[in-house]
């Protein structure tokens, strides 16, 4: 059984900086992506970012792509997401998630098999 366990949240100010942490453990028998998802209320659900675990290609939403950076420690089982340039509107619930690969990671959030239990991030103006 797969366990996701994130960490790292909080609450900066408008333009700082969060590093959020998913230890991964039990074992992914094939290609997985890893990522993050997140959720504010009253808004839909949003794949923000997410790896490979093979070949290690990354994909971003647009709402993030320039600010954010997604990374992976495979001697520690651990996914990063480095977050900058925080903006209000990336105040919600961060979920690391893992989903089968299937060609690339491209809608990976549409086929979650494994979800951590999530971290509040918020950000203040």
């Known amino acids: 059984q797969v366990q996701l366990v994130e960490s790292g949240g909080g609450s900066v100010q408008a333009g700082g900086s969060l590093r959020l942490s998913c230890a991964a453990s039990?074992?992914?028998?094939?290609?997985?992506?890893m990522g993050w998802i997140r959720q504010a209320p009253g808004k839909e659900r949003e794949g923000v970012a997410a790896i490979s675990t093979g070949g290690g290609s990354t994909t971003y939403a647009d709402s993030v792509k320039g600010r954010f950076t997604i990374s992976r420690d495979h001697a520690k089982n651990t996914l990063y997401l480095q977050m900058n340039s925080l903006k209000p509107e990336d105040s919600a619930m961060y979920y690391c998630?893992?989903?089968?690969?299937?060609?690339?990671?491209?809608?990976?959030?549409?086929?979650?098999?494994?979800w951590g239990q999530g971290t509040q991030v918020t950000v203040s103006s």
């Open positions: 039990g074992y992914m028998y094939s290609n997985y992506c």
């Open positions: 998630a893992a989903a089968p690969l299937i060609i690339s990671c491209a809608g990976w959030y549409t086929r979650i098999k494994y």
